[in-house]
């Protein structure tokens, strides 16, 4: 088994299945990434980042974790020497609804997701940056304005804001047609609030968020080391984290034929995936371990 980057990939299954047009090879690149995900939750692979901190802020409730979180390993206040009891959101609300924004000693923590990194703190239209390369990205953004879930879509313009039409109270999605060239920021009130900082591969946001309770009154570290989310392949030159390459290409092949309406040739793939995959989780399972023991002599007289 070989490992291959994504632009290999993409022209080996084009080639494979007699069609290298870029129209193509993009519809190529969603299957990759399907298949990649699929084997890495049948091998149930894991990595973990082990020294992760994060430093509170007295007086501030919510903090962005980093892009790669997917969840925790444990949650300890190193500077107080405590744990911190990890909850959904849901249960910290039904048991602590009344004193939620209370300040106090941290004791617990809500990791959760939303589509931005903070909310606007009060009714405001939106301001969005980016590079000066990116001028033609249609961004749209989703929210509540004035009761009422309202979208709109706006160009870039580069590092010229651009004004969003609506006053939210609340955003619920923010996505684009295209990757960009840099990072694009988007604040409300007055530049006041960072509602997203948005990577440029990014098409739909979704970020892992942490709230603290009690509110955080006094700085803290905090360690939290994390187990790590696998990101898509999207640039040229990107790898697998696994050594996967010709298992990915044979399950993304069989995708290919089937979506080309060739059920037959898509079946053997299909058939010579499964068995790929099986002989690698195999293959990651069985270390070929011997166990070693130590014997001990039983003693008669423990019969009875």
């Known amino acids: 088994m070989a490992n291959k980057t994504f632009t290999q990939l993409k022209t080996n299954i084009g080639v494979e299945v007699h ?3 870029t129209a193509f090879a993009t519809i190529v690149g969603r299957f990759i990434n399907r298949r990649y995900f699929q084997i890495l939750r049948s091998t149930n692979w894991e990595n973990i980042c082990p020294d992760a901190t994060l430093t509170t802020v007295s007086g501030t409730q919510n903090y962005v974790l980093p892009d790669d979180f997917y969840k925790p390993i444990d949650v300890y206040d190193t500077t107080n020497s405590l744990p911190v009891s990890v909850l959904t959101l849901g249960d910290m609300y039904r048991s602590y609804g009344s004193t939620i924004a209370t300040s106090g000693s941290i004791d617990s923590c809500a990791i959760y997701e939303d589509a931005v990194q903070a909310q606007p703190t009060t009714a405001s239209k939106l301001a969005i940056t980016g590079v000066a390369a990116d001028t033609s990205q249609t ?4 929210g509540i304005a004035s009761n009422v879930e309202v979208y709109e879509t706006q160009t870039l313009t580069g590092t010229t804001p651009v004004e969003s039409t609506y ?3 609340r955003i ?6 295209a990757v960009r060239t840099g990072i694009v920021t988007v ?11 948005i990577p440029l591969g990014m098409l739909d946001t979704r970020f892992k968020l942490m709230k603290f309770h009690y509110v955080p009154v006094t700085v803290s570290t905090i360690n939290i080391p994390y187990i790590i989310k696998p990101s898509p392949l999207s640039q040229d030159y990107d790898y697998p984290l696994l050594d996967i390459g010709d298992l990915i290409e044979l399950g993304a092949i069989s995708d290919c034929y089937k979506y080309k309406g060739q059920f037959q040739k898509s079946q053997t ?7 790929g995959l099986a002989e690698f989780i195999f293959d990651q ?13 039983f003693s008669a007289q423990d019969l009875y």
């Open 19 to 21: 069609d290298a047009s």
């Open 139 to 142: 961004i749209q953004i989703r």
């Open 167 to 169: 006053t939210y109270t």
């Open 172 to 177: 619920t999605g923010i996505s684009f047609d």
């Open 187 to 197: 604040t409300s009130n007055s530049a006041a609030v960072t509602i997203a900082t």
């Open 269 to 275: 793939f299909e058939l010579m995936f499964t068995q």
């Open 285 to 297: 399972e069985n270390k070929e371990k011997p166990t070693q023991f130590t014997p001990t002599t």
